[in-house]
Protein backbone atom coordinates (compact mmCIF):
# COMPACT_ATOMS: atom_id res chain seq x y z
CA UNK A 1 0.00 0.00 0.00
CA UNK A 2 1.39 3.64 -1.08
CA UNK A 3 2.22 5.69 2.18
CA UNK A 4 1.40 9.43 2.76
CA UNK A 5 3.37 10.85 4.98
CA UNK A 6 2.57 14.34 6.42
CA UNK A 7 4.83 17.15 8.13
CA UNK A 8 4.36 18.20 10.02
CA UNK A 9 2.63 16.63 11.97
CA UNK A 10 0.94 19.42 14.35
CA UNK A 11 1.61 23.20 14.14
CA UNK A 12 1.27 26.21 15.70
CA UNK A 13 0.34 29.63 14.00
CA UNK A 14 -2.20 33.07 14.26
CA UNK A 15 -4.74 34.23 12.76
CA UNK A 16 -3.69 35.61 9.24
CA UNK A 17 -0.30 33.41 9.19
CA UNK A 18 0.01 31.75 6.21
CA UNK A 19 0.18 28.00 6.41
CA UNK A 20 1.63 25.36 4.31
CA UNK A 21 0.97 21.59 5.00
CA UNK A 22 3.08 18.78 3.11
CA UNK A 23 2.26 15.25 1.93
CA UNK A 24 4.61 12.72 0.47
CA UNK A 25 3.94 9.90 -1.10
CA UNK A 26 5.76 6.75 -0.96
CA UNK A 27 5.78 6.32 -4.88
CA UNK A 28 4.15 8.54 -7.66
CA UNK A 29 0.76 9.17 -7.75
CA UNK A 30 0.01 11.48 -10.61
CA UNK A 31 -2.46 14.17 -9.36
CA UNK A 32 -4.78 11.30 -7.23
CA UNK A 33 -4.89 12.96 -3.98
CA UNK A 34 -7.57 14.87 -2.22
CA UNK A 35 -6.93 16.90 0.91
CA UNK A 36 -9.96 17.46 3.96
CA UNK A 37 -10.53 18.87 6.99
CA UNK A 38 -11.68 17.48 10.31
CA UNK A 39 -13.03 19.44 13.30
CA UNK A 40 -13.16 18.23 16.87
CA UNK A 41 -16.24 16.08 16.57
CA UNK A 42 -17.24 16.54 13.12
CA UNK A 43 -16.41 14.31 9.71
CA UNK A 44 -13.73 14.97 7.26
CA UNK A 45 -14.64 17.75 4.84
CA UNK A 46 -13.38 17.71 1.35
CA UNK A 47 -11.74 20.74 0.52
CA UNK A 48 -9.34 19.78 -2.71
CA UNK A 49 -9.45 17.01 -5.11
CA UNK A 50 -7.20 16.08 -7.98
CA UNK A 51 -4.64 17.72 -6.21
CA UNK A 52 -5.48 21.12 -6.88
CA UNK A 53 -8.76 21.13 -7.82
CA UNK A 54 -11.10 23.58 -5.02
CA UNK A 55 -14.28 22.14 -4.09
CA UNK A 56 -17.14 24.02 -4.52
CA UNK A 57 -17.95 26.06 -1.36
CA UNK A 58 -13.94 26.18 -0.15
CA UNK A 59 -12.86 29.63 0.44
CA UNK A 60 -10.44 30.59 -1.89
CA UNK A 61 -7.61 31.11 0.83
CA UNK A 62 -7.56 27.15 0.46
CA UNK A 63 -5.20 26.01 -2.58
CA UNK A 64 -3.14 22.37 -3.00
CA UNK A 65 -0.60 21.67 -5.67
CA UNK A 66 2.10 18.97 -6.66
CA UNK A 67 2.57 15.96 -8.32
CA UNK A 68 4.29 12.97 -8.55
CA UNK A 69 4.81 12.38 -4.77
CA UNK A 70 5.21 15.72 -3.29
CA UNK A 71 1.61 17.68 -2.47
CA UNK A 72 1.08 20.71 -0.50
CA UNK A 73 -1.91 22.34 0.88
CA UNK A 74 -1.83 25.97 1.84
CA UNK A 75 -3.89 28.18 3.59
CA UNK A 76 -3.26 31.66 2.78
CA UNK A 77 -4.32 33.69 5.27
CA UNK A 78 -5.60 31.60 8.19
CA UNK A 79 -8.85 32.26 9.89
CA UNK A 80 -10.39 30.88 13.04
CA UNK A 81 -12.55 28.98 12.00
CA UNK A 82 -9.76 27.53 10.07
CA UNK A 83 -8.15 25.56 12.93
CA UNK A 84 -8.84 21.62 12.73
CA UNK A 85 -6.88 18.47 11.32
CA UNK A 86 -5.92 18.11 7.49
CA UNK A 87 -5.56 14.73 6.23
CA UNK A 88 -3.98 13.79 2.57
CA UNK A 89 -5.83 11.09 0.81
CA UNK A 90 -4.88 9.33 -2.43
CA UNK A 91 -6.88 7.17 -4.56
CA UNK A 92 -4.12 6.11 -7.73
CA UNK A 93 -3.63 3.01 -5.83
CA UNK A 94 -5.59 -0.02 -4.34
CA UNK A 95 -6.45 0.05 -1.33
CA UNK A 96 -7.12 3.89 -0.77
CA UNK A 97 -4.98 5.21 1.63
CA UNK A 98 -4.81 8.64 4.01
CA UNK A 99 -1.66 10.15 5.34
CA UNK A 100 -1.50 10.75 9.40
CA UNK A 101 -3.01 14.12 9.54
CA UNK A 102 -1.82 17.42 10.32
CA UNK A 103 -3.38 19.36 13.48
CA UNK A 104 -3.36 23.39 13.43
CA UNK A 105 -3.71 24.65 16.56
CA UNK A 106 -3.67 28.45 17.59
CA UNK A 107 -1.04 30.24 19.03
CA UNK B 1 -28.45 17.70 -0.41
CA UNK B 2 -27.48 14.63 -0.60
CA UNK B 3 -26.98 13.13 3.22
CA UNK B 4 -25.99 9.88 4.91
CA UNK B 5 -26.57 8.44 8.03
CA UNK B 6 -24.96 5.34 9.92
CA UNK B 7 -27.20 3.40 12.41
CA UNK B 8 -26.32 0.44 14.37
CA UNK B 9 -25.00 -0.81 17.94
CA UNK B 10 -22.95 1.25 19.78
CA UNK B 11 -21.57 -1.60 22.17
CA UNK B 12 -20.03 -4.78 20.33
CA UNK B 13 -18.65 -7.51 22.30
CA UNK B 14 -14.91 -8.85 21.43
CA UNK B 15 -15.17 -11.87 18.78
CA UNK B 16 -19.21 -11.04 18.09
CA UNK B 17 -19.96 -9.27 14.52
CA UNK B 18 -20.30 -5.55 14.04
CA UNK B 19 -23.35 -3.92 11.70
CA UNK B 20 -23.79 -1.30 10.83
CA UNK B 21 -26.09 0.63 7.92
CA UNK B 22 -25.84 4.01 6.13
CA UNK B 23 -28.66 5.10 4.74
CA UNK B 24 -28.70 7.13 1.94
CA UNK B 25 -31.04 10.69 1.43
CA UNK B 26 -31.38 12.99 -1.11
CA UNK B 27 -30.27 11.26 -3.95
CA UNK B 28 -30.12 7.74 -5.18
CA UNK B 29 -27.53 5.03 -4.41
CA UNK B 30 -28.10 3.96 -7.95
CA UNK B 31 -26.37 6.54 -9.53
CA UNK B 32 -23.64 5.32 -11.54
CA UNK B 33 -20.92 8.00 -10.84
CA UNK B 34 -20.48 6.66 -7.61
CA UNK B 35 -19.22 3.93 -5.30
CA UNK B 36 -20.02 3.87 -1.46
CA UNK B 37 -17.40 3.35 1.51
CA UNK B 38 -17.30 2.92 4.85
CA UNK B 39 -14.30 4.78 6.14
CA UNK B 40 -13.47 4.40 10.44
CA UNK B 41 -11.05 6.31 12.84
CA UNK B 42 -9.54 5.30 15.77
CA UNK B 43 -9.89 7.24 18.94
CA UNK B 44 -7.30 10.19 18.98
CA UNK B 45 -6.04 8.22 15.46
CA UNK B 46 -5.90 8.68 11.66
CA UNK B 47 -8.47 7.65 8.75
CA UNK B 48 -8.77 4.01 7.28
CA UNK B 49 -10.55 2.77 4.41
CA UNK B 50 -12.54 0.23 5.10
CA UNK B 51 -14.09 -0.81 1.39
CA UNK B 52 -16.30 0.23 -1.08
CA UNK B 53 -19.74 -1.05 -3.08
CA UNK B 54 -21.02 -0.03 -6.66
CA UNK B 55 -25.23 -0.03 -6.35
CA UNK B 56 -24.50 -3.43 -8.75
CA UNK B 57 -23.00 -4.92 -5.81
CA UNK B 58 -19.34 -4.48 -7.08
CA UNK B 59 -17.19 -4.25 -3.83
CA UNK B 60 -13.54 -3.37 -3.00
CA UNK B 61 -12.15 -4.27 0.43
CA UNK B 62 -8.50 -3.04 2.36
CA UNK B 63 -6.53 -5.84 2.09
CA UNK B 64 -5.73 -5.38 5.72
CA UNK B 65 -9.71 -6.17 6.74
CA UNK B 66 -10.68 -7.43 3.64
CA UNK B 67 -11.14 -11.54 5.70
CA UNK B 68 -13.47 -10.00 7.93
CA UNK B 69 -15.15 -7.36 6.17
CA UNK B 70 -18.73 -7.97 4.29
CA UNK B 71 -20.17 -4.65 2.44
CA UNK B 72 -23.72 -5.21 0.84
CA UNK B 73 -26.27 -2.68 -0.48
CA UNK B 74 -30.18 -2.56 -0.96
CA UNK B 75 -31.20 -0.22 -3.21
CA UNK B 76 -34.88 -0.91 -2.65
CA UNK B 77 -33.92 0.91 0.54
CA UNK B 78 -31.53 3.34 -0.65
CA UNK B 79 -28.73 1.63 2.28
CA UNK B 80 -25.74 -0.20 2.45
CA UNK B 81 -23.72 -2.04 4.94
CA UNK B 82 -20.78 -3.20 6.54
CA UNK B 83 -20.38 -6.02 8.47
CA UNK B 84 -17.28 -7.06 10.47
CA UNK B 85 -16.56 -10.20 12.32
CA UNK B 86 -14.26 -11.14 14.90
CA UNK B 87 -13.77 -7.42 16.33
CA UNK B 88 -11.80 -6.85 19.05
CA UNK B 89 -10.43 -3.97 20.95
CA UNK B 90 -8.70 -2.51 17.91
CA UNK B 91 -12.14 -2.36 15.81
CA UNK B 92 -13.03 0.23 18.34
CA UNK B 93 -13.88 3.05 16.33
CA UNK B 94 -15.79 6.34 15.17
CA UNK B 95 -17.12 4.61 11.53
CA UNK B 96 -18.21 6.46 8.53
CA UNK B 97 -20.21 6.49 5.62
CA UNK B 98 -19.27 8.01 2.77
CA UNK B 99 -19.92 8.70 -1.42
CA UNK B 100 -16.90 8.11 -3.04
CA UNK B 101 -16.15 9.39 -6.77
CA UNK B 102 -15.74 6.73 -9.21
CA UNK B 103 -14.29 6.10 -13.08
CA UNK B 104 -12.72 9.88 -13.09
CA UNK B 105 -9.91 9.31 -15.51
CA UNK B 106 -10.86 5.23 -15.50
CA UNK B 107 -9.78 5.46 -11.72
CA UNK B 108 -12.52 3.44 -9.79
CA UNK B 109 -12.14 4.86 -6.49
CA UNK B 110 -11.40 8.57 -6.06
CA UNK B 111 -11.86 11.13 -3.41
CA UNK B 112 -15.08 11.02 -0.86
CA UNK B 113 -17.65 13.53 -0.34
CA UNK B 114 -19.94 13.68 1.24
CA UNK B 115 -19.43 12.06 4.57
CA UNK B 116 -22.29 10.75 7.24
CA UNK B 117 -21.56 12.43 10.81
CA UNK B 118 -19.76 9.09 12.10
CA UNK B 119 -20.82 6.70 14.32
CA UNK B 120 -19.01 5.25 18.02
CA UNK B 121 -18.50 2.03 18.12
CA UNK B 122 -16.69 0.77 21.24
CA UNK B 123 -16.18 -3.39 21.71
CA UNK B 124 -15.92 -4.48 25.02
CA UNK B 125 -17.48 -7.05 26.80
Known amino acids: AIQLTQSPSSLSASVGDRVTITCRAS??????LAWYQQKPGKAPKLLIY???SLESGVPSRFSGSGSGTDFTLTISSLQPEDFATYYC?????????FGGGTKVEIK | QLQLQESGPGLVKPSETLSLTCTVS??????????WGWIRQPPGKGLEWIGS???????YYNPSLKSRVTISVDTSKNQFSLKLSSVTAADTAVYYC?????????????????WGQGTLVTVSS
Open chain 2, 98 to 114: ARCITMVRGVILNWFDP
Open chain 2, 26 to 35: GGSISSSSYY
Open chain 2, 53 to 59: IYYSGST
Open chain 1, 27 to 32: QGISSA
Open chain 1, 50 to 52: DAS
Open chain 1, 89 to 97: QQFNNYPVT
